[in-house]
């Protein structure tokens, strides 16, 4: 595995103001100091505790044998600790995942469904190296604030079903798992509390003999190790018109979720990771999942936030130990994970989303300072992301009503003056001042804020001179096409009144757009 080269302070603060230790996020380091290799081993633990249940939940959405999403974790987290841009970030089977291949699985069976994940490898390898995460810059904070929340509504929704209508006992089960997680760490951050908090319920259970779903009750666990082969699909066009629609759904989503991800540890360690190496990262993670046959994945907020957060993990190797864990907990001791009681990786799930949810952003001293358009951009996020269960919706429509919302403030300030109407020479000249940025949401009622029948007129009441009208764009800057057609239906416009406007002002990259659009697009 190769070590970040980015380093982080000793004490770093999350968005909702918590302080978390940061050590270097380095391998060599962790591997030299018994204390924070114990920490990155010990958080990959309770990763892949907590990945089995979802694994499995996941696996059952999208309609596959639980298997398939237990080795897709495990191969995808392997090979993301190796190849991904983002130290401690976890890479397994999502949710995201599960509804996009669901349908595919459904119609045609669990092979396409592997062809559609190697496709989807390599699309996103594809758009990685093209630079895909570039677009990152394009989300706004409001997104980000409302992508943190509606995962960490998520993750508490998607424990209701463990919470309604079950023994009795869960209830005081669950509790004591949220104390421990919330009161261990005042007394000793040695352990991760998450962790003690499993194995204390656990031992509750079985020497009270308290009868609760467990984790073997979710489905069952393989015996055997996963095995490398290739999909039996025909290699025909057909095949590929039907499983490319959901391998570059498979690609969107998942660059989109883990580059947000990357994101969010990013700002909580305050270190930088290479968003580039991630996004074909995890291309290559889903390839090698699909040559074992699993069913794809991505990054993992809520199992992220226990490595990170909750553990205090910096480095690859706990990602790497997750998968491995993972997969001798379900292979060689899956009898014993089978007894876990689902109320102790509830309790750690509830205790993520709530650490996850960013508190501060709902403060009414906060939303009151804050513009409205923010807010709205963010609880658009978050009701689509909830409404929809996907997170790439949710983003996108984000990003969309926050720049639907920042075209019209922008627009507002582009204003046209009607600075002058004096003598020049044997004519009148009337002088327009444009200010402002014009692109479409500027430039679309651009024709009608010029007076052309009171500059024609201008000319006559002067003794029948000339009238010559001067456009100045000196304090403006053409952005698109369509301004660009505007100003040639303003010219048109005063050419029916017998008038031959003047643009001046221009500064080069204006001119050169007008000048390879001018006249062009007319009729269009």
């Known amino acids: ?21 940061a050590a270097p996020a380095r391998v060599l380091d962790a591997l030299r100091s018994p204390r924070l290799l114990t920490r990155e081993a010990l958080a990959g633990l309770v990763v892949a505790l907590a990945l089995i249940p979802e694994a499995i939940s996941f696996s059952i959405i999208a309609g596959v044998d639980p298997r398939v999403g237990l080795f897709a974790s495990f191969t995808m987290a392997v090979t993301i600790a190796i190849v991904g841009g983002r130290p401690a970030m976890i890479s397994a089977a999502t949710g995201a995942v599960a509804l996009v291949i669901a349908p595919l699985v459904k119609s045609h069976g669990v092979d396409y469904l592997v062809a559609a994940v190697l496709l989807g490898g390599v699309i996103q390898i ?57 009161l261990l760490p005042k007394l ?3 352990v991760p509390s998450p962790l003690v908090a499993i194995v204390l319920v656990t031992a509750a259970v079985l020497i009270a003999g308290i009868a609760v779903p467990t984790v073997g009750d979710e489905g069952a666990l393989p015996h055997g190790l996963p ?12 095949t590929l018109g039907i499983i490319a629609p ?38 290559v993670a889903n390839l090698v999942t699909g040559v074992f046959g699993g069913m794809g994945g991505c990054a993992m907020i809520g199992q992220t936030m226990i490595n990170v957060r909750a553990s205090g993990a910096r480095t690859r190797i706990s990602t790497f130990l997750a998968g491995v864990f993972l997969l001798i907990l379900v292979v060689v001791l899956g009898d014993v994970v089978a ?12 205790m993520v989303s709530v650490g996850t949810f960013d508190w501060h952003s709902i403060r009414p001293s906060v939303l009151r ?23 790439a919706i949710g983003v996108g429509v984000g990003v969309l009503v926050a720049a639907v919302i920042f075209a019209r403030r922008v627009a507002r300030f582009a204003t046209v003056h009607r600075e002058a109407v004096e003598p020049a020479g044997d004519a009148v000249l009337v002088r327009y001042r444009v200010e402002g940025e014009l692109f479409f949401a500027s430039s679309n009622d651009l024709v009608s804020r010029f007076d052309y029948a009171a500059d024609e007129a201008a000319g006559g009441a002067a003794g029948g001179a000339g009238v010559d009208v001067e ?31 003047r643009v001046v002002g221009l500064n080069a990259p204006s001119a050169a757009l007008r000048e390879r659009l001018g006249g062009v697009l007319a009729g269009h």
Request: hydrophobic share 55%; no cysteine; charged share 15%.
């Open 369 to 391: 300072r804050m513009p409205l358009g923010e807010t709205t951009v963010m609880v658009v996020t978050v009701a689509v992301v909830v409404a929809t269960s996907n997170l």
């Open 246 to 283: 959901y391998a570059l759904g498979l690609a969107v989503v998942g660059l989109l979720e883990s580059l947000m991800t990357a994101r969010l540890v990013d700002e909580i360690t305050e270190t930088r990771s290479s968003a580039t190496r991630e996004a074909w990262g995890q291309g």
């Open 471 to 501: 456009i100045d764009l000196s304090a403006s800057h053409i952005w698109d096409a369509s301004t660009v057609v505007a100003l040639d239906a303003v010219t048109r416009r005063y050419a029916q009144h017998g008038i031959e406007p």
């Open 339 to 350: 007894i876990i009681p689902m109320a102790a990786l509830v309790a750690v799930m509830v």
């Open 126 to 182: 594809v758009l990685g190296l093209a630079g895909f995460a570039k677009l990152m810059r394009f989300v706004p904070r409001s997104v980000m604030v409302g992508f943190v929340n509606a995962l960490a509504i998520l993750i508490f929704i998607a424990q209701l079903p463990h919470l309604i209508d079950v023994p009795w006992m869960v209830y005081p089960l669950v509790a004591v798992g949220i104390a421990v997680i919330v």
């Open 1 to 21: 595995m190769r070590g970040a080269t980015e380093r982080g302070p000793s004490a770093v603060t999350v968005p909702n103001g918590a302080s978390v230790s």
């Open 227 to 238: 095995v490398p082969g290739i999909p039996q699909v025909p290699f025909t066009l057909e």
């Open 188 to 190: 000793t951050k040695a």
